[in-house]
């Protein structure tokens, strides 16, 4: 499995106060890093404003360049909610009234003792067609569209709505939907009295590499490498990186550090 062959996937974090730097995008990191690992290649993040115009022209692109587009934010209930009118408009399919949604939307307003006002009525309506993802922390439904040109999935904006819906419904529909993408695995390791140009001289062939990849990244007083492997596996995956990881500690010598395995930076 190459980079290549994965789908190719953007995601789009919605929300004006994202723009102007208010509210700082966790979800799109969050988001990127479960997406790696099921073997999706997140090529591009955006951030656009709560505009429908922004949304449709942005997403309609990204559609363009990519198999998977995933957004987040602007699933509430008030007119500054607009994503899936941006969204509708994107894929070229109406916005319908979902009685499905509606009953989802009236059983979390219940059971968090919430009056159930006119305005709720907006999280029930959806692009003809969609699939719906069931919200188990907030009140907005998620959906996903298939379309000729490639899959949209709409996620809340709350870190903790999205990360339930996608962990719950999200993920195992993008790994049923792409059973063939493969798995990534990521390892980090350190360097130490070396700076980045030392190291780049000793490894720098090894970052021209597809599979599995090397990235460099200073740091203060040492230097991250970032190994990256694509396999059809996980087993095969960390066989890639055992062969660089070993590549590594041979030109590098005790200058490499013991190895770090999380997504520490």
């Not at 922004?54 to 007119?79: K, W």
């Not at 006002?117 to 959906?143: D, I, K, M, S, W």
Request: hydrophobic share 40%; glycine share 8%.
């Amino acid at each position: 499995m190459t980079t290549s062959q994965a789908p190719r996937t953007e995601i789009v974090a919605i929300g004006s106060e994202l723009v102007s730097g208010d509210t700082v995008d966790t979800n799109s990191a969050y988001l990127a890093r479960h997406l790696r690992d099921i073997g999706l290649d997140v090529r591009r993040h955006t951030t656009i404003p709560d505009q429908v115009e922004d949304i449709a022209q942005v997403v309609d692109e990204a559609l363009a360049r990519s198999a998977v587009v995933i957004t987040t934010g602007g699933l509430g209930p008030t007119v500054d909610d607009p994503t899936r009118e941006g969204l509708a408009r994107a894929v070229g399919r109406p916005l319908v009234f979902s009685p499905q949604a509606w009953e989802m939307v009236q059983a979390r307003y219940a059971a968090r003792g919430c009056p159930l006002g006119e305005n709720a009525r907006r999280q029930a309506y959806v692009p003809e067609g969609a699939h719906l993802l069931p919200n188990e922390v907030g009140t907005a439904p998620g959906f996903v569209v298939e379309t000729e040109r490639g899959l949209v999935m709409a996620l809340p904006g709350v870190p903790k709505e999205m990360e339930r819906m996608f962990q719950a419904y999200g993920l195992p529909y993008l790994q049923e939907r792409f059973p063939d993408a493969g798995v990534v695995r990521v390892r980090h390791l350190w360097v130490e009295g070396l700076v980045e140009a030392d190291v780049d001289a000793r490894v720098g062939d090894l970052e021209a590499q597809a599979n599995p990849r090397l990235g460099l990244a200073a740091r203060p007083g040492r230097v991250l490498l970032r190994l990256t492997a694509r396999a059809a596996t996980p087993e095969q995956a960390e066989r890639l990186l055992d062969d660089l990881e070993a590549e590594l500690r041979q030109r590098l010598g005790s200058w490499l550090q013991t190895r770090q395995d999380s997504d520490e930076t």
